[in-house]
């Protein structure tokens, strides 16, 4: 919206935005939510603010369906009617019909979710408190998170820093060296899989560090409450487990007329028209967008870098101009792991190619720390979330159930 907004021409076309908040939320920050680095605030863009001043219309709705023929969105607001469709609705969890997911585990998808991992955290330890029982005690205090990927990894760590530098002095009756949990779970072969082999090193080693207890190779089987199940007959027993296992298509996909991968998301061109039709565009977790024979992974770095070739190119729809195919660039990868400490893949810097650099400790911790930074949206949000940073750093995190 905001490359459209400096593109077009006044008058030249009215942009309608749809979205079910009024809020842009910046996920990839949503676990320091859950552990209390980060006020909901910080990561959640109001977006009127911007809407007004590019003179877009915003209307807060759910899309319940699109009719491609009549060219209509139907939404929970009334219908819109369109003459180009840009589908960016993002990815939902993905439970792979595993029992007990949605009734048992958490999730790390939504503000709400991040809030409500973050009541539960700190609800177990003062229920641990008063608890008399080592055993149950002990399932009060321990922490599964389901899924080795960035949000699972980021997850863990960063719950032990939580635990270490903030909770150990506020709960003395309680031995979190001993006492204390988290266990992560996964069916790949090493963490973080989709990312450089080395990069999962320096993963294990900061986890292994952590005393987080990593299970590989292991599938879960059914989630019950307080327990976990694998298809080995093995069994994790702890009150609070966080499911961080995967994302599935968003189900706007599934009634559209439109060809889609094997995982659901709409097949793009080049040029990121879905099924060759001229007024359907789709990118991020919605399109399946191939590029050297497989499709981009489902990550926040890949739609960020298609939005401004994606507005280049509705432009040039509107203006009858012929489109231009996208190069994907990608810059590398960056994973937090608590405290001063994290792994940077490096592959392009200011847009310039740099080889493969691949770092970790305190220098990629910095490079993952500037680069959030700048991908807020809003000064204020970005002064806010420097500010949290140095809070929790030198000081406590927000360990409150408060709103």
């Not at 996964?186 to 990069?199: H, Y």
């Not at 080049?270 to 981009?296: C, I, N, S, W």
């Not at 040039?316 to 190069?327: K, N, Q």
Request: net charge positive; hydrophobic share 45%; charged share 25%.
């Amino acid at each position: 919206m905001r490359r459209l907004e400096g593109a077009l021409r006044r008058g030249e076309a009215e942009i309608t935005l749809v979205d079910r908040n009024n809020y842009h939320l910046f996920t990839p920050l949503l676990y320091q939510v859950a552990t209390g680095e980060l006020p909901s605030h910080a990561v959640a863009y109001p977006l009127r603010r911007t809407t007004a001043r590019a003179r877009v219309r915003f209307v807060q709705a759910e899309v319940k369906r699109l009719d491609l023929d009549l060219r209509v969105a139907r939404t929970s607001a009334g219908d819109l009617p369109y003459d180009h469709v840009v589908i960016a609705c993002g990815a939902v969890t993905n439970d792979f019909d595993i029992p007990g997911v949605g009734e048992h585990a958490l999730t790390v998808k939504t503000l709400a979710d991040a809030q409500a991992v973050k009541r539960r955290i700190l609800d177990s330890f003062e229920q641990a408190v008063l608890e008399t029982d080592p055993a149950v005690r002990r399932a009060l205090l321990t922490f599964i998170v389901i899924g080795a990927g960035p949000v699972g990894v980021e997850l863990a760590s960063s719950l032990r820093d939580l635990m270490d530098h903030t909770l150990r002095p506020m709960y003395p009756d309680l031995d979190l060296g001993r006492e204390t949990s988290i266990v992560l779970i996964d069916g790949s072969e090493r963490v973080l899989p989709q990312m450089d082999e080395r990069l999962s090193k320096i993963a294990a080693r900061r986890l292994e560090q952590q005393h987080i207890r990593v299970v590989l190779r292991t599938l879960v089987s059914e989630i019950g409450p307080g327990a976990v199940l694998t298809r080995k007959g093995a069994r994790f027993a702890g009150r609070t487990i966080v499911w961080a296992g995967g994302v599935g298509p968003n189900p706007l996909l599934q009634g559209l007329d439109i060809p889609r991968a094997k995982d659901g998301r709409l097949i793009v061109d080049r040029t990121f028209r879905a099924g060759d039709r001229m007024d359907v565009l789709a990118l991020g977790d919605a399109a399946a967008f191939e590029q050297e024979g497989r499709p981009l992974p489902q990550l926040a770095q890949v739609a960020v870098l298609q939005a401004p070739a994606l507005a280049g190119n509705l432009v040039r729809l509107l203006r009858d101009e012929p489109l231009v195919p996208y190069e994907h660039h990608a810059k590398g990868d960056l994973i937090a792991l608590g405290r001063t400490s994290a792994g940077a893949q490096v592959r392009r810097l200011f847009g310039v190619p740099v080889g493969n650099i691949v770092v970790g400790g305190l220098p990629a911790w910095t490079v993952w720390r500037v680069n959030y930074l700048t991908q807020l949206l809003g000064v204020r949000n970005r002064a806010t979330l420097l500010l949290e940073w140095i809070l929790s750093f030198f000081f406590s995190r927000m360990a409150a159930n408060t709103p």
